[in-house]
């Protein structure tokens, strides 16, 4: 099983960054390389599908959504990628009461390429996605 992790820390409230994050839909408002997200259905088993900027399509499922460990979960349910059992999490943690960590993380099969052309593809995709957060969020 291969995996990704990637963090940031911001220099925001860790609840002001959880109401971006927290936000199913609103991730193509501070990833660049997803060009929109169209999400259906509410709360947990809601799905969103992602445009990405090549004209790829993703389809994602929110798996839960923890408001007090401010984490969310979610798996891909259809992708280009040759990934199976995909499990992403967003994560907010509090440094102090101006600054908090994100983590995005992920744990996936690979089937049909190496799997470090899979985790470049999506620990690229986190750190862009942590930057536009970081200029959303933080104004840096």
Known sequence: MASVD???????????VWRV??????????TPPIADADVSGEGVGAERTLTLADGGRVVERLEALDEAARILRYSIVESPLPVEHYEGTLSV??????????????????????????????????AAGLSGLRSRVAGE
Do not use: K, N
């Not at 390429?113 to 620990?123: G, K």
């Open 21 to 30: 994050v927290r936000d199913f839909g609103a991730i193509a408002e501070w």
């Open 93 to 126: 943690r509090a440094v102090d009461a101006s600054t908090c960590e994100v983590t995005w993380a992920s744990t996936f099969d690979v089937d049909g390429a190496p799997p470090e052309e899979m985790t470049t593809v999506f620990a690229e995709l986190y």
């Open 6 to 16: 990637e963090h940031i820390e911001l220099s925001a409230p860790a609840d002001e």
